[in-house]
């Protein structure tokens, strides 16, 4: 259950970032509100997943797979250009990701 709670902590982590970018420096109500919520359901579904998960594996690939998702959303939704640096750095998160959860037997 731990993973599926860290699932749902990255898609709030994806969205919060994703949204404050929306929010236009918290000028606009809707966004605010939306990057609000994600931002405490990112918090609270990663405080239920790291009560199974050891904090530096859950929170790593918390941020690693959320600065991917946001990089590549990023690129669809704003626009944004994916260079072969971030393809590489995409790399090595996933690697890290993938290496973290075989060293704590998961």
Request: charged share 10%.
């Amino acid at each position: 259950m731990a993973w599926f709670f860290l699932a749902l902590a990255v898609v709030f982590e994806i969205a919060f970032a994703l949204g404050t970018n929306a929010t236009k420096g918290f000028t606009k109500l809707w966004p605010s509100l939306f990057t609000l919520v994600a931002a405490a359901g990112g918090i609270y579904f990663l405080s239920l997943a790291l009560k199974t998960l050891d904090v530096g594996v859950g929170y790593t690939i918390w941020t690693g797979l959320g600065s991917i998702g946001t990089v590549v959303l990023g690129a669809l939704i704003y626009k944004e250009k994916i260079t072969l640096p971030k393809v590489l750095s995409f790399a090595s998160i996933i690697l890290g990701v993938i290496t973290l959860k075989i060293a704590s037997g998961l």
